[in-house]
């Protein structure tokens, strides 16, 4: 984005160290026009507080100040000017994540489209398990659910949690709409293994009386 704006990049992760001691790190040196910038880069929107930062970083490093943010309110951005801080927002569309926050949307992208072609783990259900999934798929409401099973809304949000840890259920949060169907796919699941099971030992028996 800056580099599409005619700014040329010198250095990321840049620290301001002084008589060898490390004063503050600088997200982006930049230049444009001669002149050197000290870019913040927030992710969310700014503050106040992230506005001083820039400023201090920038004052210490001899550079001009420059924020880059989703967002910041008006009151922030006449504080920026009578600062000289330049404030660039950047698109919606953006997205400025951490590894770990990538690797958690990844993953659970991946375990919404194992689920919506029937390709999420399997495990051997309990007939308590099965029972439960059962009750969930039949109705719209969490109330309904929890009126059928006679049990509190505590002691459902404990089961999924078992279920979760099981393995039989995903880590993520789930909405109701998503469990019943996550619900429904596992009842399908189990009749077809048990149908596969079925035919095994009736193949086994016929493979004895061939033998």
């Known amino acids: 984005m800056l580099e599409s704006k005619g700014y040329k990049i010198l250095a990321t992760n840049y620290k301001i160290i002084s008589k060898g001691e490390s004063l503050a790190e600088i997200d982006i040196v930049a230049e444009k026009n001669g002149n050197k910038y000290a870019i913040e880069v927030k992710s969310g929107k ?29 009151a922030n ?51 308590s398990d099965l029972k439960f999934f059962k009750e969930i798929a039949k109705y719209d409401k969490i109330e309904d659910v929890l009126n059928s099973l006679k049990i509190s809304e505590k002691k459902f949000g404990e089961k999924l949690a078992k279920l979760s840890k099981k393995g039989v259920l995903p880590s993520r949060p789930l909405s109701f ?35």
């Open 46 to 74: 700014a503050n106040s507080s992230s506005i001083r930062q820039v400023y201090a970083n920038a004052k210490l490093a001899g550079y001009k100040p420059l924020l880059i943010c989703k967002k910041i309110d008006e």
């Open 77 to 127: 951005k006449e504080a920026a000017r009578k600062l000289n801080v330049d404030i660039m927002e950047f698109s919606e569309y953006h997205l400025l994540l951490e590894p770990e926050e990538l690797e958690a949307i990844v993953k659970n992208c991946m375990e919404e489209v194992m689920e919506e072609y029937g390709l999420a783990p399997y495990s051997w259900l309990e007939k």
């Open 177 to 211: 709409k998503d469990l019943k169907r996550y619900s429904m796919a596992i009842i399908s699941r189990n009749e077809l293994m048990l149908k596969i099971e079925h035919i095994e030992k009736e193949i086994e028996k016929i493979k004895k009386k061939l033998a």
